[in-house]
């Protein structure tokens, strides 16, 4: 039987490692797949993991039906036996949804590799539709470390060094600010509650190197 399944983890957990992985795997014993990924660091159309591998993928664009691009390959007489799914929380709640018919309908397993919540602690819409529909939602077991050396378990955005927890979901490239330049996005993992005290590693550094209180003050 084929299955969904849906592997989470914070940012630095090695989730496109193990969908590169995961394809090698399947490849190896001749299956044939299709790899996806949405917005990727390495630009369009790539997996790219923080451990150097690449691979060819077909972006997910807003408008992207898998039912129809699966069915028309099958129909063109390609062979699809898996699809590879990376970055699924940029996914839409409807491309999760053709994702589970592919698996129930054309019998074609769907592992999909995404983050579970963005930098304001709330479920991303592509991770939360595969919560609810998976048939499997795993945890990856690489852990990502916050800098005080507990797990990392949240996902931290900092304009020019400061962490923020509003904004726009999905930021490609920098934000505009209101005066002056681009404010520089970056990401950061954190435990829960350094992310709840907004302590980054910089700020962490930055409080430890200031100057001790006078013990006689
Ligand atoms: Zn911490």
């Keep these: 039987m084929a299955e969904l399944t849906f592997w989470t983890g914070t940012m630095d957990a090695g989730k496109s ?3 590169l992985q995961t394809n090698h795997n399947h490849a190896a014993r001749g299956r044939s797949g299709r790899i996806f990924t949405c917005n990727d660091r390495a630009g369009e159309a790539h997996i790219s993991s923080r ?17 129809r691009f699966v069915v028309d390959s099958l129909t063109q007489g390609g062979r699809i036996d898996y699809l ?21 309908e054309l019998q074609i397993d769907v592992f999909c590799f995404g983050i579970l919540t963005d930098f304001r602690t709330q479920l991303f819409v592509g991770s939360q539709r595969l919560v609810e529909l998976a048939d499997r939602t795993e945890v990856l077991q690489v852990e990502a470390l916050c800098w005080c050396g507990k797990r990392a378990t949240h996902n931290a955005r900092t304009e020019d060094g400061v962490m923020v927890t509003e904004g726009e979901v999905i930021v490609v490239g ?8 681009p404010a520089e996005v970056a990401y950061e993992v954190l435990c829960r509650q350094h992310h709840r005290r907004k302590l980054t590693a910089a700020r962490a550094k930055a409080v430890s190197l200031a100057p001790e209180p006078l013990p006689f003050g």
């Excluded at 451990?51 to 039912?67: C, Q, R």
């Design 174 to 181: 920098d934000v505009e600010a209101q005066d002056g330049p």
């Design 51 to 67: 451990l150097g591998l690449t691979h060819d993928a077909i972006e997910v664009t807003p408008g992207f039906d898998f039912w």
């Design 17 to 19: 490692t193990l969908a």
């Design 84 to 104: 590879i799914c990376d970055e699924v929380q940029f996914y839409s709640r409807d491309q999760v949804d053709a994702l589970a018919k592919v698996v129930d």
